[in-house]
C-alpha cells in the first residue's frame, strides 16, 4: 500500500475561526442558490402543476429503520475522552465505568474527563494499558453507563455494513457508515513504533477524534475500535477517503478482559525476540541489547549484530522487523540471518518466545 497510516490522536475542539468558515459556506451555498434560478412564467387559472414522489421501497425503509436503531443503542456507551491534550473515543465496557479505548487516547496522562452522550461528565482514571496493541482501559467514577455489546469478529465477512460511532473533532455522538473493505495483517501506526497483527479495513469515514470509538455491526454490536486512517502523500498528506481501520473486536475483549482481571496483559499472543535494537540507516536493525534467558539469547544472538532477514523477508528498518514478528506467533521456530561486526553473515535458528504485557 503506498498510502500512508495516520494515528488518529486526539483533536481539541472546533475553534472559532473553524466556526466562521462552516457559516461562510452556508452563506455563499444559499447566495448561489438563490441567483442560479431564472423566473417561471405567470401560472394561470387554467394551469396546474402536479408533483409526484415514489413511495419509498420497504426494504429501503427497513434499512434506514435499522440504522437508526443502531445509533439510538449504541450511542449511549460511546463516550468522549478529554484529557490536557485533546480529545478522543471510548466504548464502555461495563456498568462499573470500565471503558476501553486506544492508547494513544490516554498516553502521557492519568486522569481524564468523560462525557457520556446525553452530556454527564464523569472524572476517570488510567487503569492499565498496552502499547504494543494501542488498547487501554480507564475507569469512570461513580458512573452508571450502558456497556457495549461486543461481537465476534472473526465470523465477519467482506462487504457486511459498518457504522462508526464517534467525538471526531469534538463533535460528540457522530455516525459515518460504510462496509468492511478487508483484512489486513501487520499494520503499522504512523512512525512505525507501533504494529498491529491484525486490523479491519473499512470505508466508514474516520477521522480524527474517532480513535478509540466504536465501529459496529447492523445488530448494534462493536466489531472494532477505530484508530488508523490512510493519509495519501499525494493529497499533501490528507485522508484517503473511505480508508480507514480499526483494532478487531476480538482482541479488544482479550486485552482488555486481561488488563482488568490482572492490570496488565499477562498473554499478549504476541512474537518476542528478547532484543533492544536500533536504526543502520536502512542497512538493518542493530541489537542494542539481548535479554537474559530470551529467545534471542538462547539462540546466541550477540549485542553489536545486524539482524538483515526473518525468515527470507528482509529487515531494513525497525518497521520491517516489528511488522515480520507481528505476524508469527510465540513458540514458532524462525531462521534469523545476522551480520557480525566483521561483516560475516550467520543464519540463527530461534524460538521465539511471548511479549511481556506487564
Do not use: C
Request: proline share 7%; aromatic share 2%.
Amino acid at each position: 500500500m503506498s498510502a500512508l497510516l495516520e494515528v488518529l490522536r486526539p483533536h481539541k475542539r472546533l475553534l472559532p475561526p473553524l466556526l466562521a468558515a462552516l457559516v461562510a459556506g452556508a452563506v455563499v451555498a444559499g447566495v448561489s442558490l438563490a441567483m442560479d434560478s431564472t423566473p417561471s412564467p405567470p401560472r394561470t387559472s387554467s394551469s396546474t402543476t402536479t408533483v409526484s414522489r415514489a413511495a419509498p421501497a420497504p426494504a429501503g425503509l427497513a434499512l434506514q429503520g435499522a440504522f437508526v436503531k443502531v445509533v439510538q443503542s449504541v450511542s449511549p456507551s460511546v463516550v468522549q475522552i478529554e484529557d490536557q491534550r485533546g480529545l478522543g473515543s471510548g466504548i464502555v465496557l461495563d456498568a462499573a465505568g470500565d471503558i476501553v479505548t486506544n492508547n494513544h487516547v490516554v498516553s502521557g496522562a492519568t486522569s481524564f474527563t468523560v462525557t457520556t452522550a446525553s452530556g454527564k461528565r464523569y472524572a476517570a482514571t488510567l487503569v492499565g494499558a498496552f502499547p504494543p496493541n494501542d488498547l487501554a482501559v480507564i475507569k469512570a467514577s461513580g458512573a452508571h453507563l450502558k456497556p457495549a455489546t461486543f461481537a465476534d469478529s472473526s465470523n465477519l465477512s467482506v462487504g457486511d455494513l459498518a457504522i462508526a460511532i464517534g467525538n471526531p473533532l469534538g463533535l460528540r455522538s457522530s455516525v459515518t457508515e460504510g462496509i468492511i473493505s478487508a483484512f489486513r495483517q501487520a499494520v503499522q501506526e504512523e512512525g512505525g513504533n507501533v504494529t498491529l497483527p491484525s486490523v479491519i479495513q473499512t470505508s466508514a469515514a474516520i477521522n480524527p477524534g474517532n480513535s478509540g470509538g466504536a465501529l459496529v455491526d447492523i445488530e448494534g454490536r462493536v466489531i472494532g475500535i477505530p484508530t488508523l486512517a490512510a493519509t495519501d502523500p499525494q493529497l499533501g498528506g490528507g485522508s484517503a477517503p473511505g480508508i480507514g481501520f480499526a483494532i478487531p473486536s476480538n482482541v479488544v475483549k482479550d486485552i482488555s478482559g486481561q488488563i482488568l482481571a490482572h492490570g496488565k496483559v499477562v498473554n499478549s499472543h504476541r512474537a518476542f525476540l528478547g532484543i533492544r535494537v536500533g536504526e543502520a540507516n536502512g542497512n538493518g536493525v542493530i541489537v542494542a541489547s539481548v535479554t537474559p534467558g530470551g529467545a534471542a539469547a538462547k539462540a546466541g544472538m550477540r549485542v553489536g549484530e545486524m539482524i538483515v532477514s526473518v525468515d527470507g523477508t528482509p529487515t531494513p528498518t525497525i518497521g520491517a522487523l516489528s511488522a515480520v514478528l507481528a505476524e508469527l506467533k510465540p513458540g514458532q521456530d524462525t531462521r534469523i540471518e545476522v551480520r557480525h561486526q566483521n561483516g560475516v553473515k550467520t543464519t540463527l535458528q530461534v524460538t521465539l518466545g511471548t511479549y511481556p504485557g506487564g
